[in-house]
């Protein structure tokens, strides 16, 4: 069992930044590949990034990809969400997911029923 706590949401003005957090406990932390998505108010959950279990190879979505950067640090069982150059349509509940860094992960990242853990989410608000 894997427990994800994430931390770091608030409210930002446009263009500003914030790092969010993603804090595993319970198994070991590096065997497992990390998404992170986002909820907005009457829409579906959407993949933001992901990174495997190294942290070598990293996703992004498009809506994100040159603002946001995923990375991690093994030794503090920790992933970190950096995003920068926030736009109002990045507000959103942000959450973190974990599954076993795996070819099936590999090829089904992007989608939410891919991961096993979720955390509960850390709200971002973006005022225009």
């Known amino acids: 069992q894997v427990q994800l706590v994430e931390s770091g949401g608030g409210l930002v003005q446009a263009g500003g930044s914030l790092r969010l957090s993603c804090a595993a406990s319970?198994?070991?932390?590096?065997?497992?590949?990390v998404g992170w998505f986002r909820q907005a108010p009457g829409k579906e959950r959407e993949f933001v990034t992901a990174?495997?279990?190294?942290?070598?190879?990293?996703f992004y979505a498009d809506s994100v990809k040159g603002r946001f950067t995923i990375s991690r640090d093994n030794a503090k069982n920790t992933v970190y969400l950096q995003m920068n150059s926030l736009k109002p349509e990045d507000t959103a509940v942000y959450y973190c997911?974990?599954?076993?860094?795996?070819?099936?992960?590999?090829?089904?990242?992007?989608?939410?029923?891919?991961?096993?853990?979720w955390g509960q989410g850390t709200q971002v608000t973006v005022s225009s």
């Open positions: 990174i495997n279990w190294s942290g070598g190879n990293t």
């Open positions: 319970g198994r070991t932390f590096s065997p497992y590949a």
């Open positions: 997911a974990a599954d076993q860094d795996s070819s099936k992960w590999l090829r089904g990242y992007k989608d939410r029923s891919e991961y096993e853990y």
